[in-house]
């Protein structure tokens, strides 16, 4: 992965083409350096209470209340970029959370963020863009709804 220091590259970004260039080289990287002949195990119970203690029973990532049985083990290094199997190398988050961060690289969800809060910043003052970003993302939740609606559909026949 890329060192703390080439993180600045964002900041030196100067067009739109320069930004698409980064994201493509970031998952470029990110899909090289997978690591995918590592089995997976799982927590015990005993594991899980602990993980979910550090937090207070609160996800990592977005501060909702968390259930001891209603929640994500969320690797800090992700098991695909070599993380290990171990209790300090989890942090609890609520589902929504650790399914969006998936196993984006650091600079990943850097460049992820400060995106959507720009791209929050644009809906909120209800400019041309910021309703054509609001209109293809809804679009988009309501297609992801329609295809989960269908797939839960099929699994019940």
Known sequence: ???????????????????IKLIFSLRTIRRTEKVTDVKRTAL??????????????????CGIKLEPNDFHADHVKPHSAGGIHAE???????????????HYSPEEI?????????????????????????????KHEMSLRQKRKGSANKKEV
């Open 1 to 19: 992965m890329k060192k703390l220091s080439e993180l600045k590259l964002l900041q030196s970004i100067k067009t739109g083409k320069g930004l």
């Open 44 to 61: 015990t119970k005993k594991q899980r209470e602990r993980v979910l203690e550090k937090t207070d029973a609160h996800c990592h990532i």
């Open 88 to 102: 300090n190398n989890y942090l609890p988050s609520c589902a929504i959370c650790n399914k969006l961060r998936w």
């Open 110 to 138: 850097q460049v992820i963020l400060k995106l959507g809060v720009w791209a929050k910043t644009k809906v909120l003052d209800e400019s041309d863009l910021g309703v054509a970003i609001a209109n293809h993302f809804v």
